[in-house]
């Protein structure tokens, strides 16, 4: 079964930084999947923060957090991460990993087409709050 599992998340204070995961199994994310980072809070719709190419490992930032958020790949661990610091509180919302692992779909350099991300994992939290 192919899965993407987030984790990382919790309650920062402003200023501050986390290093969010993003753990695939069932598929190595490097053979050819570029995957992408979102986020959405509570009655805002959903915004792709990051887009990291497979192979190269080269990452496309929003402008909404570039500079702030890094993204990185642990190829050994079959792992990505989404690196933030400076934690403002409009970074507060759930965050997801999504790839796009359908066979016919399947992208390996970003950008990536909306609708092939196929595989999502189930999000983990960051509230940014004094």
């Known amino acids: 079964q192919l899965r993407l599992v987030e984790s990382g998340g919790g309650l920062v204070q402003p200023g501050g930084s986390l290093r969010l995961s993003c753990a695939a199994s069932?598929?190595?994310?490097?053979?050819?999947?570029?995957v992408a980072w979102f986020r959405q809070a509570p009655g805002k719709e959903r915004e792709e923060v990051s887009c990291t190419s497979a192979g190269s490992g080269l990452t496309v930032y929003s402008d909404s957090v570039k500079g702030r958020f890094t993204a990185s790949r642990d190829n050994a661990k079959n792992t990505v991460y989404l690196h933030i610091n400076d934690l403002k509180p409009e970074d507060t919302a759930t965050y997801y990993c999504a790839a796009p692992t359908r066979i016919m779909l399947a992208t390996s350099a970003c950008p990536i087409n909306s609708g092939y991300l196929t595989l999502w994992g189930q999000g983990t939290l960051v509230t940014v709050s004094s």
């Open positions: 069932g598929f190595n994310l490097n053979s050819y999947y570029a």
